[in-house]
């Protein structure tokens, strides 16, 4: 993969980060489960994951240095979900990010992906 999809791709992957990884293996889960020990905070699997730990880190500011956990979590449960680098399933990125009409293969759903990103700005 060249330096220019790797862009496109972690551009991509920033636009999805508000999408529930809810129904994903629970790698999330377990990291909240071993960090978050704490009364006062229930982690909420249906919210945006980045929001949570934001949350627990905004009262518990010493598990910043945890965020290599968090991303890594996070990843494994988005690999889970989606698939890893170009086996990714770009059908249901299209379908989660509410693009119509679907496109007819995974290249092109590939392409209205990243070309939506770019057209936003955030590629």
């Not at 990125?93 to 759903?109: F, G, R, T």
Request: include cysteine; aromatic fraction near 10%.
């Amino acid at each position: 993969m060249s330096s220019e999809s790797d862009s496109d791709v972690d551009a991509l992957a920033a636009e999805i980060t508000s999408l529930s990884l809810s129904q994903t293996p629970g790698h999330l889960a377990a990291f909240f489960a071993r960090v978050a020990r704490f009364p006062d905070f229930t982690y909420n699997p249906a919210a945006n994951a980045a929001d949570e730990y934001q949350r627990l880190c905004d009262s518990y500011p010493d598990l910043r240095k945890r965020r290599g956990e968090f991303h890594t979590a996070f990843a494994a449960d988005f690999n889970a979900r989606f698939g890893e680098g170009e086996q990714w399933d770009w059908k249901l990125l299209c379908a989660l990010l509410e693009i119509d009409p679907m496109p007819p293969s995974k290249n092109q759903a590939k392409k209205v992906c990243i070309s939506g990103v770019q057209r936003e700005g955030r590629g």
